[in-house]
């Protein structure tokens, strides 16, 4: 790492400048910015338009489920269909095809009409909770082998979403002794998405507790050698760095740190280690180390 030399009394000021502007500038022009493009995207006219369209959603779901209420099964459907069709992006939207799913169960129509009822919502709405009801209708209808490939493929066509950790969680039910393979699985397999992290987190909670500290270590190391400029990869680190913390092993932290820098420049992963070696290194006081890593991420900013 290229040194630099700074007068002592400057160290400390540098240092706290530097943090501060990587930590602060860009969270502030980002802000200025997202608050820019919604202005120039909605204007005062059109959101009170906007409001007009979700009251009219609104007291359209209210007829739907009074009628629901009194057994009038087929004006809650229309009026459910009728809010599909005018407002197909609403968070009613969403509510009305889960009901429709429910009120077909009610009214005792086939498994096969209910199964593409429930998955026409997850797939539709894969954010709103009523597609996680609609998984725990589906876990329930289905047969458990066909529930087993269903969860599989939510997960695999929805892995940065909320849904694919409830459907994990739904196929760890279905198949408990598989459980940690099930987690090694969607780490090897979606190591930059959302259910990767989760995995890894599920994993190491299954852990025994008489050995979790030191198989944790084992298969984060393991996860930032493998995944390395991967979501999960980073994500091992910092499980990596707060075990390290809490035992005071800052050795440890150091060696692992300068490792990755080395090995791995340029990712995300090494960035990150970089970070967390000039708190390690402020904090005993080494404030030339502190500054030359404070100064390669500016550096590293600015190529940006």
Excluded: W
């Excluded at 959101?47 to 009038?72: C, F, H, P, W």
């Excluded at 009901?99 to 498994?111: F, P, T, Y």
């Amino acid at each position: 790492m290229k040194k630099k030399v700074f007068p002592k009394k400057r160290l400390i000021i540098v240092i706290v400048a530097g943090l501060l502007a990587i930590i602060f500038i860009p969270r502030i022009a980002g802000y200025l910015s997202v608050q820019k493009e919604i202005k120039k995207l909605v204007t005062p006219l059109e959101k009170t338009e906007m409001k007009k369209e979700v009251g009219r959603a609104i007291l359209l779901k209210i007829d739907a489920s009074n009628y629901a209420g009194q057994r009038q099964y087929r004006k809650a459907l229309k009026t459910y269909e009728k809010i599909l069709k005018e407002y197909p992006q609403s968070k009613e939207a969403a509510f009305s095809l889960y009901q429709k799913a429910q009120i077909l169960e009610k009214l005792g129509k086939r498994k096969s009409i209910l199964i593409r009822a429930y998955e026409e919502v997850i797939k539709r709405f894969p954010d709103s909770y009523q597609a996680v009801s609609s998984l725990d209708n589906l876990k329930r209808i289905k047969e458990p082998e066909d529930a087993v490939s269903f969860h599989t493929e939510i997960i695999g066509q929805y892995p940065d979403n909320e849904i694919s950790r409830v459907a994990l969680e739904r196929l760890v039910e279905l198949k408990k002794k598989d459980e940690l393979l099930l987690y090694q699985r969607f780490i090897r397999e979606y190591p930059d998405k959302y259910i990767a992290e989760v995995s890894l987190d599920k994993f190491i909670q299954k852990l025994p507790d008489e050995k979790k500290e030191k198989e944790t270590e084992k298969f984060c190391k393991e996860c930032t050698k493998q995944y390395a400029s991967y979501r999960v990869g980073l994500a091992a680190y910092e499980k990596l760095v707060n075990l390290y913390q809490k035992e005071g092993k800052d050795k440890a932290l150091i060696d692992l740190s300068l490792k990755l820098i080395k090995e791995r420049p340029k990712t995300n992963l090494a960035r990150k280690a970089k970070e967390i070696l000039a708190k390690v290194y402020f904090n005993k006081g080494n404030y030339l180390e502190t500054l030359n890593l404070y100064s390669d991420l500016m550096e590293e900013n600015e190529e940006k």
